[in-house]
T-cell receptor, first 112, second 119 residues
Framework: DGVVTQSPLSLPVTLGQPASISCRSSQSLAHSDGNTYLSWFQQRPGQSPRRLIYKVSNRDSGVPDRFSGSGSGTDFTLKISRVEAEDVGIYYC?????????FGQGTKVEIK | EVQLVESGGGLVQPGGSLRLSCAASGFTLSGYWMHWVRQVPGKGLEWVSRINGDSRKRHYADSVQGRFTISRDNAKNTLYLQLNSLRGEDTAVYYCGRDHYGYNSIDYWGQGVLISVSS
């Protein structure tokens, strides 16, 4: 199975400051069809996951533009330009290139 | 508005069975692959199973292969997961999710349903 590893696992952030989460895959996520299938999900406390980003850098409708995704190959990043209180939660990356799809362990974002 | 609502969870003994349902609305179920993903309380996410629109293709995680069966009734706009031979490690919140076709991702998730396997 494709292993994806997130870091850090815990991320205390000051309101208004930037935050960055890394997602690294054990193998390249470049698919034979030319696309790279890496998604990011946010799970607020007590809620189900909500997708933020798909195909590395495409933001879902309604997702604030302070969220951005980047990367290629085996290294990917989710950035929050200025953290707000509503961003508290656990963030997961998920690779959809190799079967079965696999998720990172999650990064808990909290306010300092 | 796309909505997915799971039901059927509860407490079951090891070796027992349960069937989960996921009622879909706001879109035509038959046009989409659908998934089940689970989350052990306080832990991460694990993909479990998926099924294509006409039920001809079904895939399972190794951890549930042979014990779980995914199915769907497009006329009823409902996805199912039959869980047999349940083990303690199957205790989790089970989410249904809609496949984002062509993007190898899940774009909508249900609120989840808890299954507890314990004697």
């Amino acid at each position: 199975d494709g292993v994806v590893t997130q870091s850090p696992l815990s991320l205390p952030v000051t309101l208004g400051q930037p935050a960055s989460i890394s997602c690294r895959s054990s193998q390249s996520l470049a698919h034979s069809d030319g696309n790279t299938y890496l998604s990011w999900f946010q799970q607020r406390p007590g809620q189900s996951p909500r997708r933020l980003i798909y195909k590395v850098s495409n933001r879902d409708s309604g997702v604030p533009d302070r969220f951005s995704g980047s990367g290629s190959g085996t290294d990917f990043t989710l950035k929050i330009s200025r953290v707000e209180a509503e961003d508290v939660g656990i963030y997961y990356c998920m690779q959809g290139t190799h079967w079965p799809w696999t998720f990172g362990q999650g990064t808990k974002v909290e306010i300092k | 508005e796309v909505q997915l609502v799971e039901s059927g969870g509860g407490l079951v003994q090891p070796g027992g069975s349960l069937r989960l349902s996921c009622a879909a609305s706001g879109f035509t179920l038959s046009g989409y692959w659908m998934h089940w993903v689970r989350q052990v309380p306080g832990k991460g996410l694990e993909w479990v199973s998926r099924i294509n629109g006409d039920s001809r293709k079904r895939h399972y995680a190794d951890s549930v292969q042979g014990r779980f069966t995914i199915s769907r009734d497009n006329a009823k706009n409902t996805l199912y997961l039959q869980l047999n031979s349940l083990r303690g490690e199957d205790t989790a919140v089970y989410y249904c999710g809609r496949d984002h076709y062509g993007y190898n991702s899940i774009d909508y998730w249900g609120q989840g349903v808890l299954i507890s396997v314990s004697s």
